[in-house]
């Protein structure tokens, strides 16, 4: 494996007005440095508030760090186009319907991005989505069907084809799938295993499910109160944790209980 993302030195900090009071800095993230290599995934946990989603929402893109950087394949990500950034980082949000855009198909919202980023005619685009539609278990039938007339699981592979569809290095999925029934749950969960043995995708998870966390990951940093507390190797963790929180997500008796492959990461 080759190094893929370098996070360096990256914080969080914003500004808090309340009413008449002076303008307050509140620190959301404090100084951390990690690594991806180049087909690995990494878990995000911590409890509500620790930062997990302020570290996956800077890695895409999505909001800017106060200070530090972010590299991908040596590049900063500061240097990059917005082009260039949503082609190579996709994000899979946590509520599935509301990041779909319930006026239009799911063929348009899946087409968009080729749009925006390929020079392709139109029958490849169309072509290509089919095959992505495909990928995640949907039929070229659902190229026509709006947001509402899919279920859950069938909204949330959708999510999963618009993250893939412009074929992505690193695709960040913020509790994208706590929201689903377990069964469902499950098959997700399978199916970005399989879609990462097939494209080489890296991912990153921001969970609170050690049942997930230990299935799929090869990373896996804690997060609390804004500041990284411990990071390794899954196994390294999961046998020889050092922080007591560390202890406490990864053997708590709340996680979820799914019918994952057999085939856990080492």
């Known amino acids: ?23 307050k800095r509140v620190c959301a993230l404090e100084p951390l440095s990690f690594d991806l290599e180049r087909g690995e995934t990494l878990a995000i946990m911590g409890e509500t508030g620790s930062g997990k989603s302020t570290i996956a929402k800077i890695i895409a893109a999505a909001e800017r760090p106060t200070s530090g950087e972010v590299f991908l394949n040596g590049q900063s990500l500061k240097a990059m186009t917005d082009q260039q950034r949503c082609r190579y980082i996709r994000m899979i949000f946590q509520d599935s319907l509301r990041s779909l855009n319930p006026q239009t198909t799911v063929g348009q919202q899946l087409t968009e991005p080729l749009i925006f980023n390929t020079d392709w005619p139109a029958q490849q685009q169309k072509q290509h989505v089919y095959d992505t539609l495909r990928k995640v278990g949907l039929l070229p039938d659902h190229f026509g069907f709006y947001p509402h007339m899919l279920s859950s699981g069938q909204q949330q592979r959708v999510c999963i ?7 992505p290095q690193i695709v960040v999925a913020d509790e994208a799938f706590v929201a689903l029934d377990p069964s469902i749950r499950a098959q997700i969960i399978n199916l970005i295993i399989d879609l990462q043995e097939d494209m ?6 921001v969970s609170h499910s050690a049942e997930i966390v230990k299935h799929v990951s090869d990373k896996i940093l804690i997060m609390h109160r804004g500041k990284m507390i411990e990071f390794g190797t899954t196994q390294a963790l999961i046998n020889h944790p050092e922080e007591q929180l560390t202890k406490s997500l990864l053997h708590s008796d709340h996680n979820y209980k799914v019918p994952l492959h057999s085939t856990t990461k080492e």
């Open 1 to 23: 494996m080759s190094k893929l993302l370098e996070v360096r030195n990256i914080s969080k900090s914003y500004v808090h007005k309340d009413g008449w009071m002076p303008s």
């Open 161 to 167: 084809a618009r993250a893939i569809v412009l074929e």
């Open 200 to 205: 080489g995708i890296s991912f990153i998870f």
